[in-house]
T-cell receptor, first 113, second 109 residues
Framework: DGGITQSPKYLFRKEGQNVTLSCEQNLNHDAMYWYRQDPGQGLRLIYYSQIVNDFQKGDIAEGYSVSREKKESFPLTVTSAQKNPTAFYLC????????????FGPGTRLTVT | SQQGEEDPQALSIQEGENATMNCSYKTSINNLQWYRQNSGRGLVHLILIRSNEREKHSGRLRVTLDTSKKSSSLLITASRAADTASYFCATGDDYKLSFGAGTTVTVRA
């Protein structure tokens, strides 16, 4: 059963703590992406990776970090440097190229208090 | 950067009616895609239209693209309660997608 999974669905953290969000795909896609969505808004790109061991900053990378050690996995760490970390985080994957659809995971809702 | 802008922001229709939403963008594109998001869930790809295409159909969905006006429209015909969701346009150019803020569609029974 092919797809993209994110865990956990809900995450609660205290301010000042780093937290890592998981994203795994078994679609054999080269490209993976992390987006942030705030209420009533569209998606903003945090980081993306077109191949293992390589990743690029998106539009709002400050306060976030990623790794891409395996093709299937693209974890996102929200660091304490991120000023407003409470948001809905979405991971996606696709064939690398300018004309391919992206497949999204179910998302992780992070609340930092 | 958020290139696409959907209009209207919200739409409420009766079941069976058609729903039309528009997307405008600023720079040249390779393709334009429409996605649906049910509340609290991930996005689901609906349809992709390339810059050299003018119209595309998929089931009850009809998408048009006017590159001279830098705009696209999504029409959902004979709407159902299950169509209640947010709809996003996304423009693809340099191997990434830029999403608009979305149109929230509510279909009343």
């Amino acid at each position: 059963d092919g797809g993209i999974t994110q865990s956990p669905k809900y995450l609660f953290r205290k301010e000042g703590q780093n937290v890592t969000l998981s994203c795994e795909q078994n679609l054999n896609h080269d490209a993976m992406y992390w987006y942030r969505q705030d209420p009533g808004q569209g998606l903003r790109l945090i980081y993306y990776s077109q191949i293992v061991n390589d990743f690029q900053k998106g539009d709002i990378a400050e306060g976030y970090s990623v790794s891409r050690e395996k093709k299937e996995s693209f974890p996102l760490t929200v660091t304490s440097a991120q000023k407003n970390p409470t948001a809905f985080y979405l991971c996606a994957s696709s064939i690398w190229g300018p004309s391919y659809e992206q497949y999204f995971g179910p998302g992780t809702r992070l609340t930092v208090t | 950067s958020q290139q696409g802008e959907e209009d209207p922001q919200a739409l409420s229709i009766q079941e069976g009616e058609n729903a039309t939403m528009n997307c405008s963008y600023k720079t040249s594109i390779n393709n334009l895609q429409w996605y649906r998001q049910n509340s609290g869930r991930g996005l689901v790809h609906l349809i992709l239209i390339r810059s050299n295409e003018r119209e595309k159909h998929s089931g009850r969905l009809r998408v048009t693209l006017d590159t001279s006006k830098k705009s696209s429209s999504l029409l959902i015909t004979a709407s159902r309660a299950a169509d209640t969701a947010s709809y996003f346009c996304a423009t693809g150019d340099d191997y990434k997608l830029s999403f608009g803020a979305g149109t929230t569609v509510t279909v009343r029974a």
